[in-house]
């Protein structure tokens, strides 16, 4: 039923920026909780980070001092602001929405990556 997409991946240099986002097919609801998670070649899917409707965050350890996530449900988005790139941060970014871990819904995933 929810579709997301993300957008804003590509090329950086280490010590820079990009900004992702994900945008939904319907409305977002405050009852999902929204998050980026991201998948390096060989290894597992991992939360980078994450926010509830009622606006409560929570970070990867490799995330919390340089990255932001925030959301916008009137523009039915989630965003991810990247800064300090780090080439190990280099991965595919998955959008993720979450209703109770009952329905889980992804997104096909924007490339990052980071050269040093």
């Known amino acids: 039923q929810v579709q997301l997409v993300e957008s804003g991946g590509g090329l950086v240099q280490a010590g820079g920026s990009l900004r992702l986002s994900c945008t939904a097919s319907g409305s977002i609801s405050s009852s999902y909780t929204m998050g980026w998670y991201r998948q390096a070649p060989g290894k597992q899917r991992e939360l980078v980070a994450s926010v509830t409707g009622e606006g409560r965050t929570n970070y990867a350890d490799s995330a919390k001092s340089r990255f932001t996530i925030s959301r916008d449900n009137a523009k039915n988005t989630v965003s991810l602001q990247m800064n300090s790139l780090k080439p190990e941060d280099t991965a595919v970014y998955y959008c993720?929405?979450?209703?109770?871990?009952?329905?889980?819904?992804w997104g096909q995933g924007t490339q990052v990556t980071v050269s040093s």
């Open positions: 993720n929405a979450n209703w109770y871990s009952s329905y889980v819904y």
